[in-house]
């Protein structure tokens, strides 16, 4: 297990490095970060060049380069030309609202599919079967950000039971309050609604496809020959065979949500790290965007870290490979 | 001789005989039918759309009506129109960043299963590394990151996004398919006859990979078709190409949501949700006569 560890601390470290080089590179080689300044008229020559110099953007790209490294780890991410604010500031802010989506969505979305997957997969070919499998190839096809739009209209425009925007009522500062939290629940409740039935709905297949390649096998077929009743073959035979393969699929979506969560919070206004990405967009604000591609990546990785340990804790095979 | 020099009677049996398999999956048949049909509204898009979709030909936000079907946009524009050009702009840069990113993937995916050792190691990492990250994230990155080059169409930008971010799953693929290509005997031959690893690759491992990526191409444009429409939304498309995503983009910038004004950003969706379902469908019934046993998650 130890082994397995530091081989896996070592391609995170090795896949981060990878990562902000990549960044790195693909932010200094397009562009010159002082350009609107230098085609600015009003400002001299020089004025630039002293700018330069206080960001060390005149030294030779290796040296920026280490220089980057070295910010990125004291957590200086550079500074959003829109909120004025260091961009880690900014971000930092917006992460909890994000993650108090994210969470739950995710989880109660897994569960949801392992349940009805594991159902359906068992009465492959019935009607309940086909139904769900044909819901869910549809879903799959629509993108996160019209299924917002799409519950955003009916239930805030023509309905009006939920709000238009926003994380809370504006103006409203947090309290420790049950008003302040049931404000919170009734802002949350699209947004959540709309990226746990996408991500229900779109995983099911996955899990029933599982299922059903584990029906196949002949330790299922010999289960039932002996004649075990067949909710003891389900959950004691299929269920724990499929567990492996789902739990990979199902682990990294806590990593890969974060492609939902930029569409539904920019359809919903929502304040969190998905809209934020939206917003440095629209404002071409370069550096808000790098820095949380950069925060980003680097959960991703921390997620994948800690699904490959809880397989290598399920599965014996991985750690002593 | 390979399969390709055999006549044209064969060629044809060739064709009943995916016929046949393709056919008998229903689900497939009424995509093709689906995407035949968009595939005509693209094409000929000038014949059916009543206007143009960069004129203005009527007032702003304009209800529907028999003048213009879907109503007029913030500007003036007919919707309808749009929608009918959208067909071409969507299916267009879909299907050509699908493309680009299969290529590469092959490409990839050739090298590193024909070379193995360090070649492999490398470019398995790479991979590895691309596929940590996000991918909407990163093409959304990417795309900003070239719109930053100047002088590179934004049309363009999005092709490339695309096409970078989705490569690294067919470079995998192919990698395996090549793994088992390259112990087969006429490998062997042709390695002793003394051709080089470019001719092997391009020559006798290429045209056996080819079924595999054809699916690939297919099931990659429907992921493509959505990446580009999302990517639009966000406001990283080209303005002046009218993708789907492009429209929906305008009208959640142009409050048609708070408005109400359904017949602006519920059409678009829909054409988005058929288009890549149909293509999936079809994809699905390509792999069931090309890799009856290769099943997909």
């Known amino acids: ?321 | 001789m390979s399969s390709r020099a055999l006549p044209p009677e064969g060629a044809l049996g060739k064709l009943r005989s995916f016929w046949t398999v393709f056919s008998s999956d229903r689900a497939a048949v009424v995509g093709l039918a689906i995407f035949l049909a968009i595939l005509f509204i693209a094409i000929f898009a000038d014949l059916i759309a009543p206007y143009s979709p960069y004129e203005r030909v009527g007032r702003p936000y304009e209800r529907p009506s028999l003048k213009h079907l879907l109503g007029t946009n913030d500007i003036g524009q007919d919707i309808f129109s749009e929608l009918i050009y959208g067909a071409r702009a969507s299916l267009f840069i879909g299907f050509l960043a699908a493309i680009t990113g299969t290529a590469i993937g092959t490409l990839v995916g050739i090298a590193a299963g024909y070379y193995g050792g360090i070649v492999d190691e490398v470019l398995m990492r790479i991979v590895d590394i691309w596929l940590s990250i996000p991918s909407l994230l990163f093409a959304i990155f990417l795309a900003a990151v070239i719109l930053r080059i100047g002088g590179i169409p934004m049309f363009y930008s999005v092709i490339f996004a695309i096409a970078l971010t989705s490569w690294p799953p067919v470079a995998r693929l192919v990698r395996s398919a090549t793994l088992s290509i390259k112990e087969r005997p006429y490998i062997e031959s042709a390695v002793a006859l003394g051709a080089s690893p470019s001719r092997i690759m391009m020559k006798h491992i290429l045209p056996n990979v080819a079924p595999l990526v054809l699916v690939e191409v297919v099931v990659r444009t429907a992921i493509a078709m959505l990446t580009e429409a999302t990517l639009s939304f966000l406001g990283l498309g080209d303005p002046a190409l009218k993708s789907w995503g492009t429209i929906l983009h305008f009208a959640m910038v142009k409050n048609a949501l708070i408005l109400g004004l359904w017949w602006w950003f519920l059409p678009p969706g829909i054409m988005i949700a058929l288009t890549v379902l149909s293509v999936v469908l079809i994809g699905r019934g390509l792999e069931a006569y090309f890799n009856p046993r290769l099943r997909r998650q």
Request: aromatic share 16%.
């Open chain 1, 1 to 321: 297990m130890k082994a397995f560890l530091i081989r896996r601390v070592y391609s995170s470290f090795i896949t981060f490095i990878a990562v902000i080089t990549i960044v790195f590179l693909l932010a200094r080689v397009t562009g010159d970060p002082l350009a609107e300044l230098e085609n600015d008229p009003r400002v001299s020559p020089a004025t630039v060049a002293a700018i330069k110099a206080a960001f060390g953007l005149d030294r030779p790209l290796h040296e920026q380069y280490l220089n980057y490294l070295v910010n990125l780890f004291r957590g200086d991410f550079g500074y959003s030309l829109h909120y004025k604010a260091p961009v880690m500031d900014v971000i930092m802010q917006k992460f909890p609202y994000t993650l108090a989506l994210l969470i739950p969505s995710i989880t109660l979305s897994n569960y949801l599919a392992y349940l009805v997957g594991l159902e359906i997969g068992w009465r492959r070919g019935s009607r309940l079967d086909s139904a769900f499998v044909g819901v869910s190839m549809f879903i799959r096809s629509t993108p996160y950000f019209w299924l917002a739009i799409l519950f955003l209209y009916v239930f805030s425009v023509v309905l009006g039971v939920t709000p238009l925007f926003g994380a809370v009522t504006p103006g409203r500062r947090f309290d420790w309050s049950l008003d302040w939290f049931l404000d919170y629940l009734w802002h949350y409740a699209l947004p959540f609604t709309v990226l746990t039935l996408r991500g229900f709905l779109s995983e099911l297949i996955y899990v029933r496809n599982v299922v059903v390649d584990v029906l196949g096998e002949d330790f299922v077929m010999t289960a039932r020959a002996k004649g075990l009743p067949d909710k003891y073959v389900k959950r004691r035979y299929v269920a724990r065979n499929a567990m492996l393969p789902i739990t990979t699929v199902l682990g990294m979506r806590y990593a890969f949500l974060i492609d939902g969560a930029i569409q539904t919070e920019t359809v919903f206004s929502y304040p969190g790290t998905g809209r934020l990405v939206y917003e440095a967009i629209f404002n071409r604000d370069f550096w808000l965007l790098q820095g949380a591609v950069v925060i980003l990546a680097l959960s991703v990785i921390v997620v994948n870290f800690v699904i490959d340990l809880l397989y290598a804790y399920l599965d014996p095979r991985v750690r002593y490979r």
